[in-house]
């Protein structure tokens, strides 16, 4: 099955920058994204933003647009999400999820992102 390890969370001030990365391993196909969710205290998990192993394409929601960024490594095995101009509001768990690609599925099809990570709390407090 398919492994999903976060990492890089932790305390920073508003304004500062923090880089998670999601370590994955188990894939049969090559054809899959990982997307970034978060959860925050009493609220819904929510879609932060997600990218496409095979062609790169990236999608991210609009309140992180402009400050956060998607990328993958060289050997295409660890997702980053490089995160920016951080905000109060951004405090939440933050947990990555591979998405089998598919006609069924696409890049923003919420629905096909299947595998878990545990997630890696970030927390942006003066």
């Known amino acids: 099955q398919v492994q999903l390890v976060e990492s890089g969370g932790g305390l920073v001030q508003p304004g500062g920058s923090l880089r998670l990365s999601c370590a994955a391993s188990?894939?049969?196909?090559?054809?899959?994204?990982i997307g970034w969710f978060r959860q925050a205290p009493g609220k819904e998990r929510e879609g932060v933003s997600c990218?496409?192993?095979?062609?790169?394409?990236?999608y991210y929601a609009d309140s992180v647009k402009g400050r956060f960024t998607i990328s993958g490594d060289n050997a295409k095995t660890t997702v980053y999400l490089q995160m920016n101009s951080l905000k109060p509001e951004d405090t939440a768990i933050y947990y990555c999820?591979?998405?089998?690609?598919?006609?069924?599925?696409?890049?923003?099809?919420?629905?096909?992102?299947?595998?878990w990570g545990q997630g890696t709390q970030v927390t942006v407090s003066s």
């Open positions: 999820a591979e998405n089998s690609l598919s006609s069924r599925f696409t890049l923003t099809s919420v629905r096909g992102y299947v595998s």
């Open positions: 188990g894939f049969t196909l090559d054809d899959y994204a």
């Open positions: 990218i496409a192993n095979s062609d790169g394409r990236t």
